[in-house]
């Protein structure tokens, strides 16, 4: 159980465009989602943090206007790059909890190259 | 001070080898602890929660040493299948929120 997808596994887009990034809990219920990002030879950095049905909280130097972030049901949560430019080239990874746990249960990742 | 820090590595060992990792966290008031496993361009995966009477899930063993803030991780007997990244993961105090180190890549070879 406890299964996360993510759509797409990688995208190629060109810089100024946008790139929307789903995360899907298949056989739960997360009430909340974590979207992170991973250069290369780095460490995961968690971006923000979403509640089903509430604003995201967003992690210090994140810019909100540029990740927009929407979790409008308990298995779906939104993740777009707007105005893209080559430094967003990066792996973008979300995870997802149930209530009450500190269990993150991790999707594969997308891997986002702006050129 | 990074809140999550591990030696990088590599650690290039030959099978059979046992080899033990550390993190050190600077959040005293931490209160759960994880060693994950993330192989080179895929997401982490869990590889065991820490506790403080210690634990060990087959070849693998985890410490917590809460007065010193340190954790570590012994696999015995490696395989090269154990080739990865190794990330020490602590939840942030009263947040729902994984803080991960950087991560310790280990090789082994034949």
């Known amino acids: 159980g406890a299964v996360v997808s993510q759509h797409p596994s990688w995208v190629i887009c060109k810089s100024g465009t946008s790139v929307k990034i789903e995360c899907r809990s298949l056989?739960?219920?997360?009430?909340?989602m974590f979207w992170y990002r991973q250069f290369p030879k780095q460490s995961l950095m968690l971006m923000a943090t979403?509640?089903?049905?509430?604003?995201?909280?967003?992690e210090q130097g994140v810019e909100k206007d540029k990740f927009l972030i929407n979790h409008a049901s308990l298995t779906l949560s939104t993740l777009t790059v707007t105005s893209a430019h080559p430094e967003d080239s990066s792996f973008y990874i979300c995870s997802a909890s149930a209530q009450s746990s500190y269990e993150q249960y991790f999707g594969p990742g997308t891997r986002l190259t702006v050129t | 001070r990074k809140e999550v820090e591990q030696d990088p590595g590599p650690f290039n060992v030959p099978e059979g080898a046992t080899v033990a990792f550390n993190c050190t966290y600077s959040?005293?008031?931490?209160?759960?602890f994880f060693w994950y496993r993330q192989d080179c361009r895929k997401e982490p995966k869990l590889l065991m929660s820490?506790?403080?009477s210690g634990n060990e899930d087959g070849r693998f063993t985890a410490q917590l040493n809460r007065a010193s803030q340190y954790i570590s991780l012994l696999i015995r007997d490696s395989k090269l299948s154990d080739s990865a990244t190794y990330l020490c993961v602590v939840n942030k105090s009263g947040y729902n929120k994984l803080i991960f180190g950087a991560g310790t890549r280990l090789a082994v070879h034949p």
């Open positions: 979403s509640n089903e049905g509430s604003k995201a909280t967003y």
């Open positions: 820490v506790y403080s």
């Open positions: 056989d739960f219920q997360a009430t909340t």
């Open positions: 959040n005293s008031a931490s209160q759960s």
